[in-house]
């Protein structure tokens, strides 16, 4: 079964940093593109970025909100992908979700999501 | 860039059909053909609907179809029925590697 499970969200203070997880497991981890997306209380679903296969290459590209502050990682030895997040704004708080790119930029499946609150 | 423009509700008795609409620009959803929507219950993560403008992932009931007309992209959902009662996503690639949704469309099943 192909699941994704997210860890490490949490409280933390404006301006903090905050590191997120996701372990995948149930396919090819390897071959697989990754992006995390995220959802405000009450809002819509916003792309962050993503990570390419390290035998693509490896790249990153990231959505203008958090470009320069958050940057997504890869340990293909634990099938996981990072998201890390720096210089966190209030208006970071969000429910952060990782998901498989199953194509050039449709998502599927999706983790439960992890929730971050950045607030003093 | 902008979200995509979708509105916020949407209403329809069992049986019938509803189409939710989803706008962008020339240079998202109307320059490309990678527009996906996504079901999500409360509480719940998203899940993939439709991808490529229309094409249904396996075991996404044939109830579910997509379109575009220029700017313009439309999932429509016939005969309806209780567990379509969901919030709806459109996404759309919008060049130099980067991806919108829309505000999402609360439906709701009369």
């Known amino acids: 079964e192909v699941q994704l499970v997210e860890s490490g969200g949490g409280l933390v203070n404006p301006g903090g940093s905050l590191r997120l997880s996701c372990a995948a497991s149930?396919?090819?981890?390897?071959?697989?593109?990754m992006s995390w997306v995220r959802q405000a209380p009450g809002k819509g679903l916003e792309w962050i970025g993503r990570?390419?296969?390290?035998?693509?290459?490896?790249?990153?590209d990231y959505g203008a909100p958090v470009k320069g502050r958050f940057t997504i990682s890869r340990d293909d030895s634990k099938s996981t992908v990072y998201l890390q997040m720096n210089s966190l704004k209030t208006e970071d708080t969000a429910v952060y979700y990782c998901?498989?790119?199953?194509?050039?930029?449709?998502?599927?499946?999706w983790g439960q999501g992890t929730l971050v609150t950045v607030s003093s | 860039q902008s979200a995509l423009t979708q509105p916020p509700s949407a209403s329809g008795s069992p049986g019938q059909s509803v189409t939710i609409s989803c706008t962008g620009t020339?240079?998202?959803?109307?320059?490309?053909?990678?527009v996906s929507w996504y079901q999500q219950y409360p509480g719940k993560a998203p899940k993939l609907m439709i991808y490529?403008?229309?094409k249904r992932p396996s075991g996404v009931p044939d109830r579910f179809s997509g379109s575009k007309s220029g700017n313009t992209a439309s999932l429509t959902v016939s005969g309806l029925q209780a567990e379509d009662e969901a919030d709806y996503y459109c996404?759309?690639?919008?060049?130099?590697?980067?991806?919108?949704f829309g505000g999402g469309t609360e439906l709701t099943v009369l």
């Open positions: 149930g396919f090819t981890f390897n071959n697989v593109w």
């Open positions: 490529e403008v229309s």
């Open positions: 998901t498989t790119h199953v194509g050039e930029w449709w998502f599927d499946p």
């Open positions: 996404s759309s690639y919008a060049g130099s590697n980067n991806l919108l």
């Open positions: 020339s240079s998202d959803v109307g320059g490309y053909n990678y």
């Open positions: 990570i390419i296969s390290n035998i693509g290459g490896g790249t990153t």
